[in-house]
C-alpha cells in the first residue's frame, strides 16, 4: 500500500507552503486550483493566501518541471531538478507546428520579457509584435524556462502570467553542473515522499530514461522507514492531478479497477478523488468554496463533513 504518510496525508502540524513542496519534492500545478488544494489535503493550517504568499516571495516557484509538466518547486531546488528535468526537443517541435520560427527565437523572448515584470499572453503578443500568437507564445516562455530565463508568476485578472526569472527570483536558474549529484538528490527525495517505489516509478514520474533512473536509485541511499501506521489512513478530499495518484508508474493501487472509468472518463480527464484507508472511494468535485461528494459506496459522514468543510475554509 502507498504511505499517505509519506505524501504526508495524516496532514502533520507545523508545515509551510514551502515545507510541503520540499517534503514531496514538486506539487503538479498545471491546474493552479487543483495544485492548491494539494497543499490544502497536507495542512489543517494552511490557506489559499498563504500558498499565494510564498508564490509571490520567491519561496516556491511554478515552472516546467518533471515530464515537462508545470510543478511548484522550492526554489533552492531548482538549479538540481532543472538540469534535470528541462529539455528543448518538444517545445521547438511545437513551435514550428504553431508557426513560430527563426535563429532568434531565444533573444526574441527575453527581450520581450525583461524588465517588464509578470506579463499575460496577450501582453507577450503584443510585445512580440506578431512573431508568435496564441499557444506559439507559451512556448516561447517554455523555451525560456529551458534556459532558465523564464518562470510562470501568479495570475493576473484569472489569467496565467510570465516573467524574467532574473527579475523574479534575483537571477537566472543556474543548472546544477554535477549530473551525477543531482541525480542521487532527485531519487532521495523522490523515494522519501514515495513508499514503497522502484526506478520504474521514478522513470515515469520524472520523465528521464529508465537506465538514468537506475544510476539515480543506485547513487541514492534508501530512505529510513517511517513509523508504523497507528491508524487507517483517513479520509481525504484530494484534487484532480495530485501527486498520491501520479506520483507512480501506475494508479492502480489506489483506484479500484471497477471504479478506474469514474475517475479516468477519457480525453485528459482526471476527476478529483476522495480517499479513505489509502484507496479512492468517491469522486468529488468543486464549485466555487462547496464540494458535491459522489461516493462508490458508504462513506464515513463525519470525517466526510469535517473535508467539506475544510475545503470551504481553505478556499476562504
Do not use: C, N
Not at 52 to 70: D, F
Amino acid at each position: 500500500m502507498r504511505s499517505a504518510e509519506a505524501q504526508l496525508l495524516h496532514r502533520p502540524p507545523g508545515l509551510g507552503t514551502g515545507d510541503v513542496v520540499r517534503r514531496l519534492l514538486a506539487v503538479q500545478a498545471q491546474d493552479v486550483t487543483s495544485a492548491y488544494l494539494a497543499f490544502r489535503a497536507r495542512s489543517a493550517a494552511l490557506r489559499v493566501a498563504d500558498v499565494e504568499a510564498a508564490w509571490r516571495a520567491g519561496e516556491i516557484v511554478r515552472t516546467w518541471g518533471p515530464r515537462g509538466t508545470l510543478h511548484f518547486v522550492h526554489a533552492e531546488d531548482l538549479p538540481w531538478l532543472h538540469a534535470l528535468t528541462r529539455r528543448d526537443t518538444g517545445t521547438l517541435r511545437r513551435l514550428r507546428q504553431e508557426g513560430v520560427t527563426g535563429d532568434d527565437l531565444l533573444p526574441l523572448i527575453v527581450r520581450a520579457l525583461a524588465g517588464q515584470g509578470p506579463l499575460t499572453k496577450a501582453e507577450l503578443e503584443e510585445r512580440l509584435a506578431g512573431r508568435a500568437r496564441g499557444q506559439g507564445v507559451v512556448h516561447l516562455v517554455a523555451l525560456a524556462a529551458f534556459h532558465g530565463l523564464a518562470v510562470l508568476a501568479p495570475p493576473r485578472g484569472g489569467k496565467p502570467t510570465y516573467v524574467h526569472a532574473g527579475d523574479w527570483l534575483g537571477a537566472p536558474v543556474r543548472p546544477e553542473p554535477d549530473r551525477e549529484r543531482a541525480l542521487a538528490e532527485l531519487a532521495r527525495r523522490y523515494r522519501r515522499a514515495h513508499r514503497p517505489s522502484e526506478p520504474e516509478d521514478l522513470a515515469a514520474w520524472s520523465g528521464l530514461a529508465l537506465g538514468e533512473a537506475r544510476t539515480a536509485w543506485r547513487l541514492s541511499a534508501a530512505p529510513e522507514a517511517g513509523p508504523a501506521a497507528t491508524e487507517v489512513a483517513p479520509v481525504r478530499l484530494v484534487p484532480a492531478f495530485d501527486e498520491f495518484l501520479l506520483g507512480w508508474r501506475s494508479r492502480d493501487p489506489v483506484v479500484p479497477a471497477a471504479h478506474a472509468r469514474e475517475v479516468f472518463p477519457g480525453g485528459g480527464i482526471l476527476r478529483s478523488v476522495v480517499l479513505a484507508g489509502g484507496v479512492a472511494v468517491g469522486v468529488w468535485e468543486r464549485r466555487g468554496a462547496q464540494a458535491t461528494v459522489r461516493p462508490f459506496g458508504s462513506l464515513p459522514p463525519e470525517a466526510l463533513a469535517e473535508e467539506i468543510a475544510d475545503v470551504r475554509r481553505f478556499l476562504g
